[in-house]
Antibody
Framework: QVTLKESGPVLVKPTETLTLTCTVSGFSLSNARMGVSWIRQPPGKALEWLAHIFSNDEKSYSTSLKSRLTISKDTSKSQVVLTMTNMDPVDTATYYC???????????WGQGTLVTVSS | QSALTQPASVSGSPGQSITISCTGTSSDVGSYNLVSWYQQHPGKAPKLMIYEGSKRPSGVSNRFSGSKSGNTASLTISGLQAEDEADYYCCSYAGSSTFGFGGGTKLTVL
């Protein structure tokens, strides 16, 4: 059974760096599925894809946020980590991790974690 | 990755059919048969309803169907039911392992 769970701070201050962790179970980050993406959703707004990491450690990033994002994984801990620098109130959102099937449909999602950026 | 364009809202009565469009460009929707659709109820994580443009995951009702023409993908829900009321998002592969989501469509079942 595939599950994903996000964890991280509930509140960060402007200009700080956000670090989020996605802990997965039911599959291995080293050789199964198509990797893991981070996707966010500001309150009342649309989903926005942020970054993806494959089992071979290849990474891809949203063009608009690439300079602020870093995605990495710790296979031994079954964790995918997203860091976002220079946080701003507009980055307030629920952050989800999700894993796609081989057909690039995100069929498993975490519950999401709400991060508020405020001083 | 540019945001895909969806209507902000659609509505229909129980039993009717509705269609939600998702317009992209020749760099995403038009180039790949990798459009997926998600249903999201308030406070919940999105749920995959359609992948590869027209395929349904196991467990998704056959009242949900997807199609594509040129740079526009569509989600059709037939036999509307009250529980279909939700937000719907399209997503397209945009090359180089990147993705774009649509702005979302709020479906109201009258």
């Amino acid at each position: 059974q595939v599950t994903l769970k996000e964890s991280g701070p509930v509140l960060v201050k402007p200009t700080e760096t956000l670090t989020l962790t996605c802990t997965v179970s039911g599959f291995s980050l080293s050789n199964a599925r198509m990797g893991v993406s981070w996707i966010r959703q500001p309150p009342g707004k649309a989903l926005e894809w942020l970054a993806h990491i494959f089992s071979n450690d290849e990474k891809s990033y949203s063009t608009s946020l690439k300079s602020r994002l870093t995605i990495s994984k710790d296979t031994s801990k079954s964790q995918v980590v997203l860091t976002m620098t220079n946080m701003d109130p507009v980055d307030t959102a629920t952050y989800y991790c999700a894993t796609p099937s081989s057909s690039w449909g995100f069929d498993y999602w975490g519950q999401g974690t709400l991060v508020t950026v405020s001083s | 990755q540019s945001a895909l364009t969806q209507p902000a809202s659609v509505s229909g009565s129980p039993g009717q059919s509705i269609t939600i469009s998702c317009t992209g460009t020749s760099s995403d929707v038009g180039s790949y048969n990798l459009v997926s659709w998600y249903q999201q109820h308030p406070g919940k994580a999105p749920k995959l309803m359609i992948y590869e443009g027209s395929k349904r995951p196991s467990g998704v009702s056959n009242r949900f169907s997807g199609s594509k023409s040129g740079n526009t993908a569509s989600l059709t829900i037939s036999g509307l039911q009250a529980e279909d009321e939700a937000d719907y998002y399209c997503c397209s592969y945009a090359g180089s392992s990147t993705f774009g989501f649509g702005g979302g469509t709020k479906l109201t079942v009258l």
